[in-house]
């Protein structure tokens, strides 16, 4: 309740009113100056109230984003774990999917690599799926596409060759650069070069960009993890707390 240093009834008025049913309009130039007074040497005594209010404004502004999030995951879950052409490694019978939104030139995504890797190896019951989503510069998209063209003309596992290269690659992608990396792993370079341009290519990495904004991702890496979108880079131990709390719940 706000202290009042003049007891006249029309203040103590206001003072015993929800707060809901104050209205400043209706008051006297004398009553607002008065009530303002009053609160802010309230909040002057107890400064700690501010930050209480801060604190529980903050918590339900979390609240809120992480039920929109979930509602987001639901409506477009087939679109996120079974789009029929993004790469599925870990276990893919796992009782847990972790998706990866990722941008080869990300330095957050290329220190999210060996942490999602450290959590494959010491989980073997975790589906992981790879989202090719460049939005960096013209670099990352080439990375993408390069990606994507060796999945399409060599399978998934030449992906995870090419795709581990890639996140820790810090040269300049340029054509010889591929050809050298494709060559390397002796893959039929002329095949997945020709590949890179074509619509097929196109296709996946644009379903990906419209699925992001759907999901209303601007940045990279993203994760879902079951019903859950996780904005940001994480380390192995936080991932893999949540990652108890799902089978928790389960």
Same mark, same amino acid.
């Given at each position: 309740? *706000?202290?009042? /240093? #003049?007891?006249? +009834?029309?203040?103590?008025?206001? &003072? $015993?009113?929800?707060?809901?049913?104050? %209205? =400043?309009?209706?008051?006297?130039?004398?009553?607002?100056?008065?009530?303002?007074?009053?609160?802010?040497?309230?909040?002057?005594?107890?400064?700690?109230? *501010?930050?209480? /209010? #801060?604190?529980? +404004?903050?918590?339900?502004?979390? &609240? $809120?984003?992480?039920?929109?999030?979930? %509602? =987001?995951?639901?409506?477009?879950?087939?679109?996120?774990?079974?789009?029929?052409?993004?790469?599925?490694?870990?276990?893919?019978?796992?009782?847990?999917?972790?998706?990866?939104? #990722?941008?080869?030139?990300?330095?957050?995504?290329?220190? $999210?690599?060996?942490?999602?890797?450290?959590? =494959?190896?010491?989980?073997?019951?975790?589906?992981?799926?790879?989202?090719?989503?460049?939005?960096?510069?013209?670099a990352s998209v080439t990375s993408s596409r390069f990606?994507?063209? #060796?999945?399409?003309?060599?399978?998934?596992?030449?992906?995870?060759?090419?795709?581990?290269?890639?996140?820790?690659?810090?040269?300049?992608?340029?054509?010889?650069?591929?050809?050298?990396?494709?060559?390397?792993?002796?893959?039929?370079?002329?095949?997945?070069?020709?590949?890179?341009?074509?619509?097929?290519?196109?296709?996946?990495?644009?379903?990906?960009?419209?699925?992001?904004?759907?999901?209303?991702?601007?940045?990279?890496?993203?994760?879902?993890?079951?019903?859950?979108?996780?904005?940001?880079?994480?380390?192995?131990?936080?991932?893999?707390?949540?990652?108890?709390?799902?089978?928790?719940?389960?």
């Amino acid at each position: 309740m *706000i202290r009042l /240093a #003049v007891p006249s +009834l029309a203040v103590l008025a206001l &003072a $015993a009113a929800p707060l809901t049913a104050l %209205d =400043l309009n209706s008051m006297s130039a004398e009553e607002r100056a008065l009530f303002h007074a009053e609160v802010r040497a309230y909040l002057m005594e107890n400064p700690e109230v *501010i930050l209480e /209010a #801060v604190n529980a +404004l903050e918590e339900r502004q979390a &609240a $809120a984003q992480a039920q929109a999030d979930f %509602d =987001l995951v639901k409506v477009n879950e087939k679109e996120i774990f079974e789009d029929g052409f993004s790469w599925v490694g870990g276990n893919p019978d796992g009782d847990i999917t972790l998706v990866e939104f #990722v941008d080869y030139r990300c330095g957050f995504c290329r220190r $999210a690599h060996s942490e999602v890797e450290s959590l =494959l190896e010491t989980d073997g019951n975790i589906r992981l799926i790879m989202k090719e989503f460049p939005i960096l510069g013209e670099a990352s998209v080439t990375s993408s596409r390069f990606a994507v063209a #060796v999945k399409q003309v060599e399978g998934d596992d030449a992906y995870k060759l090419v795709h581990d290269t890639l996140i820790t690659f810090n040269g300049e992608v340029t054509d010889v650069a591929l050809r050298r990396i494709s060559d390397g792993f002796d893959f039929d370079t002329d095949a997945v070069l020709a590949r890179m341009d074509s619509d097929a290519v196109t296709e996946e990495i644009s379903a990906t960009r419209a699925l992001a904004q759907r999901l209303q991702i601007s940045g990279t890496p993203t994760f879902v993890m079951e019903d859950e979108l996780l904005r940001g880079f994480l380390p192995a131990d936080q991932m893999a707390a949540l990652v108890a709390e799902k089978r928790a719940q389960d």
